[in-house]
């Protein structure tokens, strides 16, 4: 299995990441990607991005080098409503939205429950589309419950690169977050999360931590061409 779009990727607008747009731009056309979404964060993460960088993205190409350039942001979830720090005016004017929780930005007291509430309200969110690093063993939550809703929902739960290789505390929850995906058929993206062009499309450790659980490709929405365009396609989203 491979990784044919990086859907979770940082530049230097975030201020913790260190690349410029070009920059990734220029990496993922050398990689052979056939594309990558920008997710700069939302407005609750320190060093975030003015809201008009977000509604300026287009004046970056849809397709640039050869590689379809998905203009989309990292919005911060921040209370047990599942509210997001981004307004539904930005949204509506992205490719992409990945969801995530921070410890830094969510607002109200942290527990299964709070956890568990949050996510199941995302879950109608319509401008949602993935749900980043869900494996954090702060942010637990009632796996089975919630990822029978994202399935439901059309939602796509992220298996996070960056988590599988530097956070071993998150291993025990995203193998059972996988398991469960492929209980209730619920579709996942690979990504990095990366926030340096060394990191970019790099997926290997996600990769076999999935195949090491014979987890479906046709599950992947970035593991193929036609897995790729099909849900860019659902989501009405221009291939080239």
Known sequence: MKIVADLH????????????????ITEASELGLYGFAITDHGETMHGYPHPYYFMNLHAIPKVMKGVRVLKGIEANIVDRKGRLDADDSILSNLDICVASLHIPTFKDK???NTCTESYLALAD??????????????????????????????KVIEINNSSIK?????HPNCKEIAKLCMKHGCRVSVDTDAHF??????????????????FPEELVINSSVKNFESYLNELNIPLR
């Open 197 to 214: 062009i060394t990191q970019l499309g790099r997926a290997e450790e996600a990769l076999k931590f999935l195949e090491d659980l014979n």
């Open 125 to 154: 969110n319509p401008y949602v589309n993935i749900i980043a690093h869900s494996g954090s063993p702060y942010f637990k939550y009632d796996f089975d419950a919630v990822i029978k809703r994202f399935a439901e929902c059309g």
């Open 9 to 24: 990727t940082h530049t230097i607008a975030s201020v913790h990441a260190y690349a410029t747009a070009l920059e990734m």
């Open 110 to 112: 942290v527990n299964v």
């Open 166 to 170: 530097h956070k071993p505390d998150f």
